[in-house]
């Protein structure tokens, strides 16, 4: 619901709401036509977990550090790769070495990232209703904290 700022909940419902509608706009489609995803539609909700796709894993590697330029497309990208490495372990196509470079795009800036990380690691569910790559997201957090003492 967009206030009269022009700003409202956009993308991932609390996660990506700091930035006006049009700037996340502007910042998925951008994503989308360099990496070849489907563009922002006029009823798409969380887009960025919609277009996540194991398939799309290693060109949203490639362009990684291309398209992360500031904080917003930060965020939508670090979705995009947790959200899609979710999609290959279901699909069975996850390696550790994949998941090794994920992490090391991450961690650039994980400290911008901390509520996404806690999004996808889901440490107050039961483990049978957490996300598949959640444990993945729980080890990396824990070993970032640990660095941070």
Request: glycine share 6%.
């Amino acid at each position: 619901m967009a206030g009269s700022s022009g700003r409202g909940v956009v993308g991932s419902g609390r996660f990506l709401m700091d930035y006006s509608a049009e700037k996340y706009q502007i910042a998925v489609n951008e994503i989308a036509f360099s990496c070849n995803l489907p563009q922002l539609g006029p009823f798409t909700q969380d887009w960025e977990f919609e277009v996540a796709d194991s398939s799309k894993l290693n060109i949203l590697i490639e362009k990684y550090n291309e398209l992360a330029t500031n904080r917003l497309r930060r965020e939508i990208l670090a979705h995009l790769l947790i959200g899609s490495y979710n999609d290959a372990i279901v699909n069975g196509t996850a390696t550790v070495e994949i998941w090794d470079v994920i992490e090391s795009l991450l961690i650039q800036k994980c400290h911008e990232l901390a509520e996404i990380l806690e999004y996808w690691a889901c440490k107050n569910d039961q483990p049978e209703d957490r996300f598949n790559v959640s444990e993945y997201v729980i080890s990396f957090d824990e070993r970032i904290k640990q660095e941070w003492q």
